[in-house]
């Protein structure tokens, strides 16, 4: 009995002792607790109450059948909640798992926690699930500055299903921007009733798709009709109002949340836009007439409400899915999609609407029926040329000659998919990985950054980046007929070369049925996807015109490259990054495509594994690998080990003092009780 009150009590100092870690403290300390809950909603309006009179949350019982979506939600809302904090203020967020039945993990898309990387928020590499009635809290430096968002890292399905939201991290200093008065954060995603079947397979069935490549497109979680849908009741499900003030200018932060769609062309009629920033990095303001997000990333235009009241058309055009509207040839095993292009408006708000109301279609109203034209140029990343039209404020130039230097496949493994009893998610598999190898991602199992790659990831690909290593040179081959949308974590890569071919650009839909035999790819230059030749029968579908240093070297741009974490790849082709690899940390390297994901095609870099801190006792942690400290020192990017927090720092230690007190105390009683037990024994 008093053994095991001893062990209680033993067990109860170690979690004081351990459930708290330190981060060097400069700005604020924030707060969130984000409830994550099953929900049902209706998926095609806003889940958050009481936005607009004519949409308030209706009850699941009213929901009518076809809207009904088992919906994962934080704090009930959808987008999730925005966190808006300033850099290098401190967030502290609770995740509480009140699920039924799965498990999460969130992840800060373009935050760098370079100090805490168990807090990257990656199923398998920086933490376990946090299971359903447990919660983690996450405490990380904001930082760096910019738009950004969170979504779930699962590994698939639980994004779509609601659990995401912004993540901005203002700067102090915006002097060196075009003026503005107020800031709108533009979340645009796609909508899916039932992401576990149309996303779980559609990526590995080639000519076999479970669902059209878009449904519905929505903007801050509000249906875009398209030019072609009908919305059932246009007072029930309006269209999506962005509210503008007349004389004002908006930061517009725009977020690329979709989960399939991989990009969206966005105009915005008759309103000039200026570019300040790409997926967080501030960049030299250009005028712009458009531009083309991809998954993933976040792009900050200037826009001035400048016009004649009125309402004022945004589209959203997913240039892929226009050939599979109807009236084109579908080609077999493709499903036609409904519309690929979707709407919502500026809205100028505050004056008298009775001559105009808001719009019926997608044409706008009042100023927005005659917009005038927009100046500037095209912004388009698909598109060789743009990566040029700007460059980042701050530049870093590449050196010629990297320290380091790899190629990295993207393909497709057989065989695929073909009959019905085949196991799911074991065929067809999406892979990343160095060339030659093309493993595919299996999750660790011991996240991996707890045995510092050392144990239990023999099946995930991840790349050990020397430790000397300062530019990190990455060959991309897209060895596959689809466009990947690739994401970093942690780390900016900057993109130094992509491949210009004009045979197969955004308007050659032919390139997506090209044969390997036939193409005006050079020979020497084709890959095969999947080199055991099992893609039964599509395998000649399924190539790459590759990387090729002697003839494209020549235009490198070394002196004024982006820098991004997420970018469209474009099918059949190549881009070339560099990475100044210095956060310590394990952080995965993946396609964003939400039915990519669950296939594999991730992988992971293992930076700086000398300096990588320990992982404290709080992270979830899972299987059967040792964990390489469960210490509670802590170290900042120069390698030593940084101050504890003051007050923090005393109520520990007198903590400790209590507890190490209470432990002996206690282990004098048990030593007192043996004695005993063997005294009567005698
Ligand atoms: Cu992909």
């Not at 979709?258 to 990009?263: G, I, L």
């Not at 095209?378 to 700007?390: E, M, V």
């Not at 002196?559 to 190549?574: G, I």
Request: include cysteine; charge should be negative; charged fraction near 20%.
């Amino acid at each position: 009995m008093k053994t095991s009150m001893t062990l209680a009590l033993l067990s109860y100092a170690t979690v004081l002792l351990s459930t708290t870690h330190f981060i060097e403290i400069q700005g604020e300390h924030h707060n969130f607790e984000f409830k994550v809950e099953d929900w049902v909603v209706d998926f095609l309006r806003p889940t958050f109450p009481g936005t607009k009179k004519n949409s308030p949350r209706q009850t699941p019982f009213k929901i009518p059948d076809e809207n009904r979506k088992g919906a994962i939600l934080v704090n009930g809302q959808y987008p999730g909640p925005t966190i808006e904090v300033f850099e290098n203020d401190t967030v502290s967020i609770n995740v509480i798992n009140n699920c039924l039945s799965e498990a999460t993990t969130i992840h800060w898309h373009g935050i760098h926690p370079f100090e805490t990387p168990w807090t990257d928020g990656t199923l398998g590499v920086s933490q376990a699930g946090i299971r359903p009635g447990e919660n983690f809290t996450y405490e990380f430096r904001a930082w760096p500055a910019g738009t950004h968002y969170w979504h779930s890292h699962m590994d698939g399905m639980q994004s779509a299903k609601g659990l995401r939201g912004p993540f901005i991290v203002k700067s102090k200093d915006i002097s060196h921007l075009p003026k503005y008065d107020e800031e709108k954060v533009i979340v645009l995603a796609d909508e899916w009733r039932d992401p576990e079947v149309c996303l779980k397979l559609e990526g590995a069935m080639a000519g076999n798709d479970v669902c059209s490549d878009i449904d519905y497109a929505s903007v801050n979680g509000q249906v875009a009709w398209g030019d072609l849908q009908k919305s059932p009741s246009l007072k029930q499900y309006p269209y999506p109002l962005i509210e503008i003030e007349q004389g004002k200018c908006y930061r517009m932060r725009f977020i690329m949340m979709a989960s399939n769609a991989e990009n969206y062309i966005v105009t915005t009629a008759g309103h000039d836009m200026t570019l300040i920033a790409l997926d967080g990095v501030d960049v030299r303001p250009i005028q712009i007439t458009e531009f083309n997000l991809h998954i993933g990333e976040r792009l900050d235009v200037i826009l001035c409400a400048n016009q004649k009241p009125g309402y004022y058309p945004m589209e959203l055009k997913y240039d892929y899915a226009c050939a599979l509207t109807p009236g084109h040839f579908i080609p077999p095993g493709f499903h036609p999609v409904s519309s690929c292009k979707f709407y919502s408006f500026l809205h100028y708000i505050n004056q008298r609407e009775w001559t105009y109301g808001p719009p019926t279609g997608p044409k706008g109203t009042g100023g927005g029926a005659h917009p005038g034209p927009v100046s500037g140029v095209p912004f388009d990343l698909t598109n060789p040329g743009d990566w040029n039209k700007t460059e980042p404020v701050v530049l870093h130039p590449e050196p010629d000659v990297p320290d380091a230097q790899y190629t990295i496949a993207l393909g497709l493994k057989g065989p695929l998919y073909s009959k019905p009893t085949d196991e799911p998610l074991a065929m067809g598999r999406w892979y990343m990985d160095i060339d030659g190898r093309q493993e595919t991602w299996s999750k660790p199992l011991t996240p991996a950054l707890h045995t510092k790659n050392k144990c239990g990831a023999s099946k995930s690909p991840i790349l050990d980046i020397p430790e000397n290593a300062s530019s990190v040179e990455i060959v991309l081959n897209n060895l596959s007929p689809t466009a990947h949308n690739i994401h970093l974590h942690d780390l900016l890569f900057q993109v130094i070369n992509v491949a210009n071919y004009e045979w197969c650009n955004v308007n050659k839909t032919a390139c997506f049925l090209m044969p390997v035999q036939a193409n005006p790819c050079p020979k020497e230059d084709r890959e095969r996807s999947d080199k055991s030749g099992k893609v039964l029968g599509i395998e000649d579908l399924y190539w790459g015109c590759t990387y090729n240093a002697a003839k494209h070297k020549a235009t490198e741009n070394l002196k004024t490259p982006l820098r991004k974490d997420s970018f469209q790849l474009w099918q059949r082709s190549w881009a070339v990054l560099r990475i100044h690899a210095w956060a310590p940390g394990i952080w995965q390297f993946h396609c964003h495509m939400e039915q990519h994901i669950p296939l594999g095609m991730i992988m992971a870099l293992n930076v700086k594994p000398s300096l990588q801190p320990p992982i404290p006792d709080s992270v979830p942690t899972e299987g059967p690998c040792p964990l390489w400290s469960k210490n509670m020192n802590f170290y900042n990017q120069d390698g030593e080990k940084a101050k504890l927090r003051g007050d923090d720092n005393t109520i520990l230690k007198n903590e400790n003092k209590m507890l190490t007190g209470r432990i002996k105390d206690l282990e004098k009683q048990l030593k007192d009780a043996k004695n005993g037990i063997q005294c009567e024994k005698m």
